[in-house]
């Protein structure tokens, strides 16, 4: 079973920047594709990033250059670079990765391969 750790939440300003991590163990195979998502109180979750192991991004359009999403190098750590971030980029980001992440990058998913979620890490834009 894999597992997913993010950490680098906090309290920011607005305009200011931080950056999130997220290391995946457990599961050598299918973790190529990583990912992030947010989810505010009472709001859907929706896609922030996703990567492939051969670089092809995604962003979510409220990102609007904003973001940056990048890979470690042993390619199962994922970054979110948060620049000039905003108070409605307040909620709980999610690292993802497997099914969940693969699917929305158009990518192939086994049957076999499970949704995979972090716990999350509370990021919260003060004005």
């Known amino acids: 079973q894999v597992q997913l750790v993010e950490s680098g939440g906090g309290l920011v300003q607005t305009g200011g920047s931080l950056r999130l991590s997220c290391a995946a163990s457990g599961a050598p195979f299918g973790l190529s594709t990583m990912g992030w998502y947010r989810q505010a109180p009472g709001k859907q979750r929706e896609l922030v990033a996703g990567?492939?192991?051969?670089?092809?991004?995604t962003y979510g359009d409220f990102v609007k250059g904003r973001f940056t999403i990048s890979r470690g190098g042993s390619k199962n750590t994922v970054y979110l670079q948060m620049n000039n971030v905003k108070p409605e980029d307040t909620a709980v980001y999610y690292c993802?990765?497997?099914?969940?992440?693969?699917?929305?990058?158009?990518?192939?998913?086994?049957?076999?391969?499970?949704?995979?979620w972090g716990q999350g890490t509370q990021v919260t834009v003060s004005s």
């Open positions: 990567i492939t192991n051969g670089g092809r991004t």
């Open positions: 993802a990765a497997g099914a969940i992440i693969k699917r929305v990058m158009g990518e192939a998913v086994w049957p076999t391969e499970t949704d995979n």
